[in-house]
């Protein structure tokens, strides 16, 4: 069986479970929030173009490629954008931005949001994942 990113929601909750909790579980909690989605948007546009992970997105990610693509897709995608987006913000000031303090507030919200965001992603056709302007990335060549 394959692995369902949307467990990295319990994962992010059980971080901050109990008190006190840690800075450093509160931003593991708010980048699990992050990942869930992520990883199930990936995850669905692979098998819906039927390409493979590698193909698709390439060893970078394409995080903001996919943000680009969710603002030129349907009204639906359109809808989960805004969430997904501050998911994104969330997770880069929690893994990169030490010297801005991130609170176990706004883990519990990326959370929140995670859930809606995967939730609406659940309800949408895979017609509509095809339509999305997301293509595999081309080669890199090393130009020596």
């Given at each position: 069986?394959?692995f369902d990113p949307k467990v990295f ?13 840690s800075e450093a579980a509160v931003r ?86 995670a859930a809606w965001v995967a939730s ?25």
């Amino acid at each position: 069986m394959a692995f369902d990113p949307k467990v990295f929601l319990e994962t992010g909750r059980l971080l901050l479970a109990g008190a006190p909790v840690s800075e450093a579980a509160v931003r593991t909690a708010c980048g699990r929030a992050y990942y869930a989605v992520y990883g199930s948007i990936r995850t669905r546009l692979c098998r819906v173009k039927g390409v493979s992970a590698t193909d698709l997105f390439g060893r970078a990610g394409r995080h903001g490629d996919v943000i680009k693509a969710l603002t030129h897709g349907s009204a639906d995608f359109k809808r989960v954008c805004a969430q997904y987006r501050r998911l994104h913000i969330t997770r880069v000031t929690s893994d990169y931005r030490y010297s801005t303090q991130v609170t176990r507030q706004e883990a519990e919200r990326a959370l929140d949001d995670a859930a809606w965001v995967a939730s609406r992603l659940a309800s949408i056709p895979d017609g509509h994942f095809n339509s999305l302007p997301l293509a595999p990335q081309q080669p890199q060549w090393n130009a020596r």
